[in-house]
């Protein structure tokens, strides 16, 4: 029995011993256990910091796909199709069928979907008119490309039927839409093809363009009048710098049959006279109106003299400018 009790006894202490290891793991189990905690907490507080950060920063607008409904819905009665690097533009206007590409094929994403529909409309609403002034003098042409492009010049530039529209204007000079209503008027010309030895100036290629750019603007210069500027005589003061001169030239002597800057653009097109020679030159475009005897010294004294030189061109966007509030000048030239 004493053995019997002696085993008893050993068996309980062995049972007793085995409890109390058991209960050391748990321990051990239960003090290593804060540390996946720690690790949850600081996971926490990694994914908290992204949520802060984008409430800090503004939300960008979703960016304008290119597409066929965007110009349409702009271009009434103009059929448009794209392609990987084109958007080809087809219409008539007054019975005359023109298109505008716009070539994408060096485009970089500078120059946005909206501002690409804003000169598609400019295109449809200047050249046809710019045409149908024109095109029987210079032989322009029915059909012109955009190419929208990172090159070297800096704004924009024409040659032929092809107009070049830096990448990044658009995107630095937000509006000037108008830059390439002075390039339609170069197209206007075929291209840029005056004579300078048949000019009495070589800058008359470019005040043409920039009459052009002064009586087609899109939207009436809606845009045009708050980035651009007619200058008056005080910054352009002579007849080899002054566009307002030739503008003036349109809006007081045109009229009838008589139409002034075409007769300018016909003398400098067909090279009628030499640098040295534009005395006649003046006589021939002064021909059968008020301005008929005067000299073209003569002539620019009464410009010069004239409220018509002085008054600003500038507005803000929609307004008004003091000269068109006096001088209607697209109302009456630009049609």
């Given amino acids: 029995m004493t053995i019997k009790k002696y085993m008893a006894a050993l068996t309980v202490l062995i049972i007793l011993a085995l409890s109390g290891c058991g209960s050391a793991q748990s321990s051990s189990d239960v003090k290593s256990s804060p540390a996946p905690a720690e690790t949850t907490a600081a996971s926490s507080l990694t994914t908290a910091a992204p949520a802060e950060t984008a409430e800090s920063v503004p939300e960008q607008p979703a960016k304008t796909e290119l597409s066929r409904e965007l110009f349409e ?157 007619l200058q008056t005589i ?37 090279a009628h006279w030499g640098t040295e020679d534009w005395g006649y030159a003046w006589e021939e475009i002064f021909s059968g109106t008020e301005l008929e005897g005067k000299s073209i010294d003569e002539v620019w004294e009464m410009y010069a003299s004239s409220e018509f030189a002085l008054l600003s061109s500038s507005a803000e966007k929609g307004e008004t400018s003091e000269l068109l509030e006096k001088y209607n000048i697209r109302e009456k030239c630009g049609k």
């Fill in 73 to 229: 819905e702009k271009l009434d009665g103009v059929a448009v199709s794209l392609d990987e690097s084109k958007i080809i533009q087809k219409g008539s206007v007054g019975g005359l069928d023109l298109s505008l590409t716009i070539d994408l094929e060096k485009w970089e994403g500078n120059t946005t979907p909206e501002d690409m529909v804003q000169l598609s409309r400019l295109y449809w609403q200047s050249y046809p008119k710019l045409y149908s002034r024109f095109a029987d003098i210079t032989g322009a042409p029915r059909d012109v490309t955009l190419a929208i492009e990172n090159e070297g010049y800096e704004i924009a530039e024409a040659g032929s039927d092809r107009v070049h529209l830096h990448d990044m204007w658009l995107a630095d000079n937000p509006e000037d839409y108008d830059c390439i209503a002075h390039e339609l008027g170069h197209i206007a010309q075929n291209g840029c093809t005056w004579n300078d030895s048949c000019l009495e100036y070589s800058s008359y290629t470019e005040l043409f363009a920039d009459v052009c750019r002064m009586e087609y603007p899109l939207d009436n210069g809606y845009y045009n009048d708050s980035v651009w500027e």
């Fill in 234 to 270: 005080d910054g352009q003061g002579s007849r080899e710098s002054s566009v307002r001169f030739w503008v003036w030239l349109d809006y007081f002597y045109s009229g009838g049959d008589i139409d002034m800057i075409r007769r300018l653009c016909e003398v400098c097109f067909n």
